[in-house]
């Protein structure tokens, strides 16, 4: 394959992984949704980012091991505390902290998705940066259609504060579905 070939099909990956990983959508949303500036959610998607592509390319690079059923779980663990979170913070001011954190996790998690899928070695870098693109462009997109359904509803202070402790109950029996699910395989 050529060089445009590989950052095709990678950013491809990367779009398919976030669209199709209900676990990182579900993370995105549970962190977003108490979120009414821009600003904020910007943040939170930086701290992800910079996260996840560190322990991705350690672990794609053979440098931290890889151990599934635990990241799996782990990343099921990190959805519920942030939908607890979601209780008992009012701001998310300093939620790209706690968003970095976890990103560490999830990109392990992303690390064992790309390496069932493989990586042309003679293009391990651009590989894992396509890859990484990828994830990005779809994590963009959701909060590009998802942030300005949530700002709008805002205004609707009653109603949306019902939706939005409706939301994170939700999100924490899914998580906790999952966590169970994942240990248990």
């Known amino acids: 394959m050529d060089f445009f070939s590989i950052v095709f099909m990678y950013i491809n990956l990367g779009l398919e992984h976030i669209i199709t990983g209900y676990d990182h959508l579900l993370f995105l949303f549970a962190l977003i ?8 959610v910007l943040k939170i998607v930086t701290a992800f980012t ?90 963009l997109a959701v909060v590009a259609v998802v942030l300005p359904l949530l700002l709008k509803f805002r205004r609707y202070e009653g109603a949306y504060r019902l939706f939005f402790q409706g939301a994170s109950v939700c999100i924490l029996l899914i998580s906790g579905f999952w966590f169970v699910e994942r240990i248990m395989a």
Request: no cysteine.
């Open 50 to 139: 910079i996260a996840h592509s560190i322990t991705l390319t350690l672990a794609a690079l053979g440098m931290v091991p890889i151990y599934p059923k635990w990241i799996e779980a782990g990343i099921a663990l990190t959805i519920a505390y942030v939908a607890v979170e979601n209780f008992f913070v009012k701001t998310s001011k300093w939620r790209w902290f706690l968003t970095f954190v976890f990103g560490l996790i999830h990109g392990l998690g992303f690390a064992s998705a790309i390496s069932e899928i493989g990586f042309d070695r003679q293009y391990t870098v651009t590989s894992l940066v396509s890859f990484n693109v990828g994830i990005e462009l779809g994590q």
């Open 33 to 40: 949704i108490i979120s009414d500036r821009l600003v904020e």
